[in-house]
């Protein structure tokens, strides 16, 4: 069964990171996510290509891209992934 949130949810007050969503049902429920108004919704990429490219798919249904960021993090690399983890503690 489909997850019907209300129309008026509202996502402001919360800090998003979602993995795996430069492609596929990652890439339609960074959509979905973004369509709630997240304060921000931080994408980790592998690919910087592909997040501009996800950047540019968000922008075209709303219009703005402003509360989303992507960074880059390689999830099979251990180091990759502290560096983000770090990034995101320090900010």
């Avoid at 690919?47 to 989303?68: A, I, M, Q, R």
């Amino acid at each position: 069964m489909p997850v019907k949130l209300p129309d008026n949810y509202d996502l402001s007050k919360y800090v998003i990171i979602l993995t795996g969503a430069t492609d596929g049902i990652g890439k339609e429920m960074a959509k979905f996510l973004f369509g709630f108004n997240p304060k921000r919704l931080i994408i980790p990429a592998r690919n910087k290509e592909k997040g501009n490219k996800l950047l540019e798919y968000l922008k075209s249904s709303k219009g703005h891209t402003d509360n989303v960021e992507i960074w880059e993090m390689d999830l099979a690399d251990l180091q990759s992934v502290k560096n983000f983890a770090n990034k995101f503690i320090n900010e």
